[in-house]
C-alpha cells in the first residue's frame, strides 16, 4: 500500500544522475517534534513509518508518537515496524520455508493461485548451523565434515534448494560458505536499501530481521535489525509489520583508541560487563562520540554481534566514513556507495562524532582502560582480567570439583609423560610434554566421590599424559563475534607462526579447530602465507559455520573424553565465541571461557586455565629456554602490516561472485521441481505443516471456550527455553520413540534445532525441557502432566496426554505465573502451545513477542485480574475452565475482558491480551498465516 504522505515527506534525491524517491525526515515538523536530536535508531524508525504510513495500521498520531519522543518516559506506544528484508540461518529458517510451501498447497486447494505465495520481502538463508566439528587435526578435516554434514542433512538441503528455485525473493547461501552474520555484513547488507514500488525506485535505510539472535552484528555497518522468532520472520517476508514499542535509547560515548596488546574481544567483554550491570534488556543502545570515528569497521560488528548478550534489542553504530570504506573493502559497487553517503548525509544518518543526541540514559568508556580479558566460566558477562584468570578459575573450579589443593612445579608424570613423542593420530602436528603447564591441580576424592586427580590418559598412538581439572580439552576459533575481524584473526595466526619458530605445539589432549565465518578469512591466511603454521598446531580448518559456538563441537578426543567422564573432572573450553553457557559447547565439558583468537591459541599451547599466562611459561624453545606469551604475541603494526599486504576488494568481489550457487555437491544434489513441493512421506526432518489443514476460504466466527482441561499449571518466568524444543533427543522421550518407530536409529537422531521442519517431532518435544516443573504433575520434572481423559488422572507425558485430549475434543488451557514467555523469541514455543491443543493461556503477565506469537497461532493471551494469580484464587489445575465472552471479536470489536468459571465454582474477569487491531484480526482468522493467505486469495 502506497504510503499516505501526511507530513508532505516525499522527495527525490538525485546521485550522480540517478533519481531515487526518499521521505525526507526534516519535513516532520511541529510543536514538540524535535526530528534533528532524535538518536539514529529512532530516526531509522521514523523514516520506516513514513514509507509505510497507512493510514490503519500506521497512522500520523504514530509518526507524531515517535517524533515527538518523550527519552525519559517509559515505553508505552506501539507501533508496527516494517523491516527492509528477513534473514535466516537454516534451523530457524527451515520451518518459515515448511510454512510457505504448505501455503502454496493451501492457496491450491482454495482455488487459488499457489505462485503468489511467496515473500513480499526480501528473505536471504545462510545455512551454516548444521556442520559438525566431527573431524579435526588434520588437512582433509574440511572435506570430511562437510561431507558428513551432507549424509545427516540431505533431505534438509534438497527441501532448501526446491524452495531456493520455487520461490521469487528467497535466496539461499549453500553449506560450506560462511557465517550467516558475516555473510550478512560482507555481502548481503546493503545500508540504504532500493527497491522499485509502483514504478518508482525507492531508496531507504537497510533495515531486517533475523531467525538468529546475532542478527544484531549487522548494526555494525548502520543497519537497524535485531534477532525474531519464526513467526515473526514469517510474517515480515509476508509483508506483515513486527509490533514493537517505541524504546529507551541508551547512549554508549566511546573515546580514546585502544591499547597496544588489547584486542577487539577484549572491548566486547568490557563492553558485555558493563551494559549488562546498567541494566538494557528491551533498550537499544547507540554508540557516539568521538572514540567511534577511530573504531574499526570489524571492532564495531564483533560489538553490535554481542548485543544479545548485553541483553538489548540493538547496539548501533551510525554510518560514516568508515561504513563506506568497509562497503568498498567487502565488494559493493561505487554506485552503492555513494548512494549510502548522500542519503546518510541528506537524512542526518551521517556520524557527528561532536554531536550528543537525546538518549534515555547515558555509559562511557574511554578505550584505553580496555585490558586483556576472558570472560567465564558459564556467562559471558562475567568478565575475568586475564592476569587473574588463573586466581580466578582456582575459585571457579570449587563449584565444579570441590576443594582442590594447588603444588607448584612440574609434576613428575606431567614430565615423564611424552618425551617428544607424536600428538594423537587426530592431528598430525608434533606435541611433547616438555611444555606442560608449570602450576599443577591436585584433588583427593572428595565427598562427593570423585576420583583422585591427575589422570593418567594413554593415547591410541601410544602418547601418555595426566589430565586434571582445568584441563583445555577444546581450543575452538570459531563464532560470527570474532571470526570477521581481520585484526584478531591475523593476530591468532601470527601468534601461531611465532610459536611454531620457537618450538611450542599444542597439548596432545587439546582438540583445536578453525572455524571462520567466511572463505575470505581463508584466502587472507593464504595468501599472508600463515595458514601452515595454524595447520601445525592443529588449528586446521574444520568448517564455514557457527561450529562449537552453538555446540556443534564434536566429540572430545575419545580417551580424553573416557578419563574426564570416568574421573568427574572439571575440563574447559576456550572459544572465540560470544555465549559459554553450562553444557552449550559440549557435555563433557563443564567450564567454558571465551577469549580473542589470539588467546584461544595460547590456551591452547598451555593446555591448561591453571596457568598465568602473563607470567608462566607457555614451554621451551629447542635450546630448553622458556617461552612466555609475551615472547610470541604480535605488535599491532606487525598484525597491521599484514592485513594490508593480505587483504583486499578482490578477496570479497571473488568469493561472494557466485554466492548463492553453491559447489558441485549442491548443485548435484536431486530436486523436486515445480510450484508446489512433493512431500516425502517417509521423511523424518520435513513435513507439511498442518496449520491449513480443511481450512475454509472464509474464516469460521470465534467461539467460546467450554469444558477445558488444564495441561500445565506454571510458576513464574516461565521461559521459551522451557517451552520449546531444544538440545538432543532421548530415546525414551516421546519424540525418540517417534523418530525410533520411523526407522532411525539414536545415534542419527540429530537434534530438535535440524529437526524443526517436521512438526511431529517438535510437538512431542514442546513443554518437554528437563527444568519444566508442572505443578499439577508434583514430584515430576520435565515434560509430564496428568491425563484427565483416564480416570484419577494419572501421569503422563504431555504429548501423550494432549493426544489424548484432542481424541476426546476437550479444549486445552495452560495456567501461568509472572513473564510468561520470556527469553528469545520462539516460534516453536508458540507453535507447539497450539498444536498441542492449547486454546487459551492464562498468565499473571507476558513477555511482548512470546504473547504476540501466540496470538500469530491462533491462542488467545488471557490475564489474571491486576493482584490475582492461579494460588489467590484457588485453583490448582484439576478444575474443568469456561471462558465466555470470545465472541465479541465476531463484532469487529476486541473485548477488555471475559468470563472464566470452573466447576468447583471460581469465578473472575480475565483480561484479553489481544492489544492491536492487527492481532484481532489474526486471531479471527485462526493465525497469522491464515490471515495472510486469505489476504492473497482475495487479492
Known amino acids: 500500500m502506497a504510503s499516505k504522505n501526511s507530513f508532505g515527506a516525499k522527495s527525490t534525491l538525485d546521485v550522480d544522475g540517478k533519481s531515487y524517491e526518499i521521505f525526507r525526515l526534516d519535513a516532520v515538523k511541529g510543536e514538540g517534534l524535535d526530528v534533528e536530536s532524535l538518536p539514529f535508531s529512532l530516526k531509522v524508525l521514523l523514516e520506516n513509518l513514513l514509507r509505510t504510513e497507512d493510514g490503519a ?5 504514530d509518526i507524531k508518537a515517535l517524533a515527538g519522543w518523550d527519552e525519559t518516559a517509559q515505553p508505552d506506544k506501539e507501533i508496527q515496524f516494517t523491516p527492509a528484508r528477513v534473514i535466516m540461518q537454516d534451523f530457524t529458517g527451515v520451518p518459515c520455508v515448511v510454512d510457505l510451501a504448505t501455503m502454496r498447497e493451501a492457496m491450491a486447494d482454495l482455488g487459488g493461485d499457489a505462485t503468489k505465495i511467496n515473500p513480499l520481502a526480501p528473505a536471504e538463508m545462510v545455512i551454516d548451523h548444521s556442520v559438525m566439528a566431527d573431524v579435526f587435526g588434520t588437512p582433509e578435516a574440511f572435506a570430511r565434515n562437510v561431507e558428513i554434514e551432507y549424509e545427516r542433512n540431505r533431505e534438509r538441503y534438497q527441501f532448501l534448494r526446491w524452495g531456493q528455485g520455487a520461490f521469487d525473493d528467497f535466496k ?10 558475516q555473510v550478512n555484513i560482507e555481502h548481503l547488507a546493503r545500508t540504504v536499501f532500493t527497491r522499485e514500488v509502483d514504478g518508482e525506485l525507492l531508496a531507504y535505510p537497510d533495515t531486517c530481521v533475523g531467525t538468529d539472535s546475532h542478527t544484531t552484528m549487522v548494526n555494525g555497518i548502520g543497519v537497524v535489525g535485531w534477532g525474531v522468532g519464526g513467526i515473526e520472520a514469517e510474517a515480515a517476508m509476508l509483508g506483515q509489520p513486527v509490533s514493537m514499542l517505541i524504546p529507551r535509547v541508551v547512549g554508549f560515548k566511546l573515546s580514546g583508541e585502544l591499547p597496544e596488546g588489547s584486542t577487539a574481544t577484549d572491548l566486547v567483554l568490557t563492553i558485555t560487563e558493563m551494559v549488562r550491570k546498567h541494566g538494557v534488556v528491551g533498550k537499544f543502545v547507540e554508540f557516539y562520540g568521538p572514540g567511534v570515528a577511530a573504531l574499526p569497521l570489524a571492532n564495531r560488528a564483533t560489538i553490535g554481534n554481542m548485543s544479545p548478550e548485553f541483553g538489548s534489542t540493538i547496539a548501533v553504530f551510525p554510518i560514516d566514513g568508515e561504513t563506506t570504506s568497509y562497503l568498498r573493502l567487502t565488494g559493493r559497487s561505487e554506485e552503492q556507495i555513494a548512494l549510502v553517503e548522500k542519503y546518510a548525509k541528506e537524512q542526518g544518518l551521517w556520524l557527528d562524532p561532536a554531536a550528543e543526541p537525546r538518549y534515555s540514559e547515558k555509559l562511557e568508556l574511554d578505550l584505553a582502560t580496555v585490558v586483556p580479558s576472558i570472560a567465564g566460566p558459564k556467562r559471558p558477562q562475567d568478565r575475568v582480567l586475564v592476569s587473574e584468570a588463573k586466581e580466578s578459575f582456582r575459585t571457579a573450579l570449587v563449584d565444579y570439583a570441590g576443594e582442590v589443593q594447588h603444588t607448584t612445579g612440574y609434576d613428575e608424570a606431567v614430565e615423564e609423560s611424552f618425551p617428544g613423542s607424536d600428538a594423537p593420530s587426530h592431528d598430525p602436528a608434533q606435541s611433547n610434554g616438555e611444555d606442560a603447564p608449570n602450576t599443577h591441580l591436585s ?6 566421590g570423585r576420583a583422585s586427580t591427575p589422570v593418567e590418559v594413554t593415547l591410541e598412538d601410544g602418547t601418555t599424559f595426566t589430565l586434571d581439572h582445568g584441563a583445555v580439552t577444546i581450543a575452538s576459533i570459531t563464532s560470527c563475534t570474532n571470526t570477521s575481524n581481520p585484526s584478531v584473526m591475523i593476530g591468532a595466526a601470527l601468534l601461531a607462526k611465532k610459536a611454531v619458530e620457537k618450538g611450542l605445539t599444542r597439548k596432545p589432549w587439546v582438540k583445536t579447530t578453525l572455524a571462520p565465518g567466511s572463505q575470505v578469512v581463508s584466502d587472507y591466511y593464504d595468501k599472508a602465507g600463515l595458514t601452515p603454521y595454524l595447520d601445525k598446531l592443529g588449528f586446521n580448518l574444520v568448517g564455514y559455520g557457527c561450529v562449537t559456538c552453538i555446540g556443534n563441537s564434536g566429540p572430545l ?10 574421573n568427574d573432572l572439571a575440563v574447559v573450553s576456550v572459544l572465540s565465541g560470544n555465549r559459554n553457557f553450562e553444557g552449550r559447547i559440549s557435555p563433557d565439558i563443564k567450564m567454558n571461557y571465551l577469549a580473542s583468537p589470539p588467546l584461544v591459541v595460547a590456551y591452547a599451547l598451555a593446555g591448561s586455565m591453571d596457568v598465568d599466562l602473563f607470567n608462566d611459561a607457555l614451554g621451551q624453545d629447542a635450546d630448553g629456554n622458556d617461552v612466555f606469551l609475551k615472547d ?17 576488494s578482490d578477496m570479497f568481489a571473488e568469493s561472494y561472485a557466485d554466492v548463492f550457487k553453491g559447489d558441485e555437491r549442491w548443485r548435484s ?19 507439511k505443516a498442518p496449520y491449513f489443514d480443511g481450512m475454509p476460504d472464509e474464516p469460521a466466527p470465534v467461539t467460546d471456550i467450554s469444558g477445558a482441561r488444564v495441561l500445565l499449571k506454571l ?5 521459551t527455553d522451557h517451552i520449546s524444543p531444544a538440545g538432543s533427543i532421548k530415546a525414551d522421550s516421546p519424540a525418540g520413540i517417534y523418530l525410533t518407530e520411523h ?15 517436521n512438526h511431529e517431532v517438535m510437538i512431542r518435544g514442546t513443554f518437554a525441557n528437563i527444568r519444566l516443573r508442572n505443578q499439577i504433575a508434583p514430584g515430576t520434572e520435565g515434560g509430564f502432566t496428568r491425563d484427565f481423559t483416564v480416570e484419577g488422572g494419572p501421569v503422563s507425558t504431555v504429548y501423550d496426554a494432549s493426544v489424548h485430549y484432542q481424541e476426546a475434543g476437550i479444549p486445552l488451557v495452560v495456567l501461568a505465573g509472572k513473564e510468561y514467555g520470556s527469553g528469545s523469541s520462539r516460534d516453536w514455543a508458540a507453535k507447539g502451545t497450539s498444536l498441542l491443543g492449547v486454546k487459551a493461556v492464562i498468565a499473571e503477565s507476558y513477555e511482548r513477542i512470546h504473547r504476540s506469537n501466540l496470538i500469530g497461532m491462533g491462542v488467545i493471551p488471557l490475564q489474571f485480574p491486576e493482584g490475582q494469580n492461579a494460588e489467590s484464587l484457588g485453583l490448582t489445575g484439576e478444575e474443568t475452565f469456561s471462558i465466555a465472552g470470545i465472541t465479541e471479536l465476531n463484532d469487529g470489536t476486541t473485548p477488555s475482558t471475559v468470563k472464566v468459571t470452573t466447576d468447583t465454582g471460581v469465578e473472575f474477569d480475565a483480561v484479553v491480551r489481544i492489544d492491536t487491531p492487527g492481532e484481532a484480526n489474526y486471531y479471527r482468522n485462526g493465525g497469522i498465516m491464515q490471515y495472510v493467505l486469505r489476504n492473497l486469495l482475495r487479492g
Request: hydrophobic content about 35%.
Open 57 to 61: 495500521d500506521i497512522t500520523a498520531e
Open 172 to 181: 539461499v547461501v549453500p553449506p560450506g560458505t560462511g557465517i550467516v552474520h
Open 443 to 448: 584433588a583427593a576424592a572428595t565427598d562427593g
Open 557 to 566: 578426543i575419545p580417551e580424553v573424553s573416557a578419563a574426564v567422564n570416568e
Open 632 to 648: 610470541i604475541w604480535p605488535s599491532p603494526a606487525e598484525v597491521e602490516e599484514t592485513i594490508a599486504g593480505a587483504i583486499n
Open 669 to 687: 544434489l536431486p530436486t523436486p521441481e515445480g510450484n508446489t513441493f512433493t512431500w516425502d512421506e517417509a521423511s523424518t526432518y520435513v513435513r
Open 715 to 719: 510458576g513464574d518466568s516461565v521461559t
Open 743 to 757: 526407522g532411525v536409529a539414536p545415534r542419527d537422531f540429530n537434534s530438535y534445532g535440524s529437526r524443526r521442519g
